[in-house]
């Protein structure tokens, strides 16, 4: 069983820097892998990035490499994603999500979710 909270997200104006937070709680958090999806009104979840948490490897979306960077701290059972010069593009409802096993892009294979957080982008 794995929960998940996330926070940080608010308003910002283009071309700045915003970090949002995911408070991890899981039994075996070294088997696991957390990822960060964000969907608008009407579209499904995207990927944007994800990190094996016992490895520390990650991926990205392509739009989002070189400007986002996603990381976990162990010891305060946090991942975060530091997004940098951000696009009114960016703007979005952003989920932490995690699952077992490797790592995936798609949103199907991920059986834990947040309750998301909101990022608005203005020009």
């Known amino acids: 069983q794995v929960q998940l909270a996330e926070s940080g997200g608010r308003l910002v104006q283009a071309g700045d820097s915003l970090r949002i937070e995911c408070a991890v709680s899981?039994?075996?958090?070294?088997?696991?892998?957390v990822a960060w999806f964000r969907q608008t009104q009407g579209k499904e979840r995207e990927f944007v990035a994800n990190?094996?948490?016992?490895?520390?490897?990650?991926d990205y979306l392509d739009s989002v490499q070189g400007r986002f960077i996603i990381s976990r701290d162990i010891a305060k059972n946090t991942a975060a994603l530091h997004m940098n010069t951000v696009k009114v593009e960016d703007t979005a409802i952003y989920f932490c999500?995690?699952?077992?096993?490797?790592?995936?892009?798609?949103?199907?294979?991920?059986?834990?979710w947040g309750q998301g957080t909101q990022v608005t982008v203005s020009s």
């Open positions: 899981a039994r075996f958090p070294s088997t696991i892998v």
């Open positions: 999500a995690a699952r077992q096993g490797s790592a995936q892009t798609s949103a199907k294979y991920y059986s834990y």
């Open positions: 990190i094996k948490w016992g490895s520390g490897s990650t």
